[in-house]
Structures are given as C-alpha cells and as structure tokens.
C-alpha cells in the first residue's frame, strides 16, 4: 500500500475507534437503562416504551457492523506487519462482533414474545435486560484479547507512539481481567475500584488512538 492509502486508512480506522465507544455508551445511557424497572416489570417497560427499545436493537446492530468495520480496518493497517497474528486478531473481532449480534437477535425475541404475553416470560425478560452488562462478559472477553493483539502490532509497526501502543496493551489487559472477574467472582468486579480499573483505561484509550489516527494518521517510512 501507499503512504496516501494508508493514511486514508488509518484515519477511518480512527474514527471507528470513536464510534466503537461512543455508540454503546450512548446506548446504554439513552435507551438500554430505561428498561430498568423498579417494580420489577420489566415486560411493561418495554411495551410502554417500543420504539425506543427498538432503537436500542438498531443500536446493537449497528455496534456490530462498527466492530467488524473497525477489525477488517485494524487487520487491513497492520497485516504487513504480522499477518498472522493480525488475521487472529481480526478473527476474535469478530467473533465480538457475532455475540453482539446474539444479543440483539435476544433482545428482538424478547419484543416479539412479551408483545403476544408480557406475564409469562417476565422472569426471562427481567434477566436479559436487567443482566445486560453481565451477557456482554464474554464478547468483552474476545474484545479485550483482539485489541491486545491489535496494540502489540501497533507497537512493533511504530505507526503510533510507543507509550500510546503499550498503553493500549495494558488497558485491554484490564478489560480481559476485569471481565474475567465479573464471571468468576461477581462481588469483587461490583466494586467501585475494579469497575473503574477495568473500564476508565480503555476509554481514555479508544478516544486518544481514534483522534490520533483520525486526525494525523500513519505513514510508512521509506527505508
């Protein structure tokens, strides 16, 4: 590839970097946590609010395509640099991006079902939707391990700063271990430190890689 294709390259792969943040979080906070129903009726909250669950599910797909968007980009950047490792990358990418469709289809059964019965099911209903955070544990898992590779690429490629690479490795370590947590001991990963410690790094991260890349790019080095 050319140092104009790459650099082209390099900024979407930017910007997905964002967008791979930014529309879960808007997700969650605008229309997923609302179907969080104190009395318990979760089913009702649903019904009563369709379209806007609806939009929640467009959401989750749309996540998808961005997370597999973003390690088709990711693998295209770094494939000269180690192609296997980056085609195993790519490939635990998406498989994320897979799960995350699993979830939508679930949350799209759940509609299509407590629309004929909204009793019935209430019990499954009010674990799917109110242990969301729980169900992404295993795509998390897949998320952290892709990106650790991804990162160790970027470090050996030089394309971006060495300490923002080892940075990235480190923050998706924690995802990986914070996740694994919260499958194997929920109580401790429920805990204020540890919910930060596994989520604020990556954040911070994913918002300086994808303005990094979006705004100045990478080029290759003649040699």
Not at 14 to 23: E, R
Not at 71 to 95: Q, V
Request: hydrophobic letters at 55%; one cysteine or more.
């Amino acid at each position: 590839m050319t140092n104009s294709s790459i650099l082209k390259i390099s900024r979407v792969t930017g910007v997905l970097f964002l967008l791979s943040l930014i529309v879960p979080i808007l997700n969650w906070f605008f229309m997923l946590s609302n179907f969080f129903s104190v009395q318990g009726n979760t089913s009702l909250e649903i019904l009563s609010n369709e379209l806007l669950f609806r939009l929640s599910i467009m959401n989750e797909i749309i996540s998808a395509i961005i997370i597999f968007t973003l390690a088709f980009f990711l693998h295209l950047s770094l494939k000269t640099i180690n192609s296997n490792l980056s085609l195993f990358a790519f490939s635990l990418k998406t498989a994320e991006a897979f799960l995350t469709l699993v979830l939508a289809l679930g949350h799209f059964i759940i509609l299509l079902v407590i629309k004929e019965d909204a009793n019935k099911i209430q019990f499954i209903v009010d674990v799917l939707i109110g242990k969301h955070i729980f169900l992404t544990i295993i795509p998390g898992i897949f998320f952290g391990l892709s990106m650790v590779i991804f990162s160790y690429i970027f470090l050996k490629s030089k394309y971006i700063p060495r300490v923002l690479a080892v940075f990235g490795i480190v923050s998706y370590s924690l995802v990986i271990i914070y996740d694994s947590t919260q499958m194997l001991s929920p109580y401790q990963a429920s805990l204020l430190i540890v919910q930060l410690t596994g989520s604020l790094p990556v954040c911070i991260f994913q918002v300086v890689v994808g303005l990094w890349l979006a705004c100045k790019g990478i080029t290759i080095k003649s040699k």
